[in-house]
Every structure is written in structure tokens, then in C-alpha cells.
């Protein structure tokens, strides 16, 4: 979940509090891309407008991964 607003991240968390689902909560497309490239989810969720990295940015920068 990729969220410059805490509460928007814990809105989200608590979503997927009673589920099987590991939420990985970080606050900027720079976050993004270094857990994406690490933990490789079949998910995420994040923001087009965020700090550092911008959504769309991180998105191209994680489509190599992705396209496979």
C-alpha cells in the first residue's frame, strides 16, 4: 500500500486486518519500487500522487518485473 497519508495507509491496513494478506505500508514511489523489487507482491496498491517518485513513475519502473 503506497500512501503519502497515514491514515489513508491505516484505512487500508485495517481492510486486511482479518485477512491472510501481509500488508507492506510505505509512503513514496522510492519505497515502492526498492519493496517491490524485494518482496515481489501479487499486489499493490498505491497513489498516483505521492512524494519522491510519482505512481506513474514508480509503475514504469516496476513493468520490467512484472512483464514476464
Do not use: W
Not at 14 to 34: L, P, T
Amino acid at each position: 500500500m503506497v500512501n503519502d497519508v497515514l491514515l489513508n495507509r491505516e484505512l487500508i491496513r485495517n481492510y486486511f486486518a482479518d485477512s491472510h494478506h501481509d500488508v507492506i505500508k510505505v509512503q513514496n514511489g522510492e519505497q515502492a519500487v526498492i519493496r517491490c523489487l524485494k518482496f515481489q507482491p501479487a499486489l499493490v496498491l498505491m497513489d498516483i500522487r505521492i512524494p519522491i517518485v510519482d505512481g506513474k513513475s514508480a509503475l514504469f519502473m516496476l513493468r520490467p518485473i512484472t512483464s514476464h
